[in-house]
């Protein structure tokens, strides 16, 4: 049991990304506030958790509301006398090119894929700072890394990854870990409409991925598992992409050189040691 006797928020864990973390972290023994939206699919995610044995408990809460996310904090205190872990996963992002966003959208970004990260840290902090092993485990995204589109949701997501750093400089020396995860594509109930739209959406993206498939709920939950737990004390603003090496690098500068048909010589058979 890796999060034994830990207690966890999770924003956004009725489902997706946010799901699986707190279903893999109440595995481990944590006991998990889950605070999203809705109460219906977080209620059925509860119910999962409980016949697994493990404990689980709501926070209705809107994470765009500062006034929520104080009730959040006060829902783990009161339910299980103390707050451990935070997850920051609430966000998601519309509106691509400068022609298409206009300013409402781009504050709609700026409301949900990066405020919730400084309203819930900021309500969280000062039970945190009470624990001994605290963590917040923030959810961005490959596009807050490379250039890759959705602008305003990419400006957001990096602003994530800056918010965590400088967190991480504050208050990890008071001994509130704070770390990054990027993941890549990964498929959730955010993807419905579009793969309801085009079925083989997800063949294509899979081949921009070095592993040849987008991601799995799981895979963001076992980074934001071991990133939370206690393993990972010495790790403190650190961005971790979950993304199947896709920001690695790309092979097409490689690709784009032999395209002419200079095939295997293109780099030359001898090295500059052999001569
Ligand atoms: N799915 C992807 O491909 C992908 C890729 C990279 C990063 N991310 C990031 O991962 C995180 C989770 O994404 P997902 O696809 O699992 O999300 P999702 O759209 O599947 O929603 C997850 C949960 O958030 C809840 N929620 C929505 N708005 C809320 C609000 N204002 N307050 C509280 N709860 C709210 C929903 O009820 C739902 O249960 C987001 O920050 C997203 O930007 C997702």
Redo the contacts with the bound molecule.
Sequence with gaps: MRLKGKVAII?????????AIATRFAAEGASVVI????PV??GNLIKQIEAGGGKATFAK????KYTDAVAMVETAVKTYGKLDILVN?????KGDTLEELDEETWDWNMN??LK?TFLCSKAAMPELLKSKGAAIVN?????GLLGIGLEA?AAA?AGVVMLTKNLAVKYGPKGVRSNVI??????????IPAEKADPTIFDRIATVYPMGR??R?DD?ANAALYLASDEASFVNGALLPVDGGFTAGTDAFDRAARAGGAGDDIWGKETTLDR
């Design positions: 924003t956004g864990g009725g489902s997706g990304i946010g799901g605070a999203d939206l809705d699919r977080s809460m809107d994470a765009m996963n609430v966000g998601g992002g949900f894929a919730p959810i961005a995204s490959i596009n949701y997501k990027a993941p890549g594509t990964t498929r959730t109930d955010f993807w987008v991601a709920p963001i």
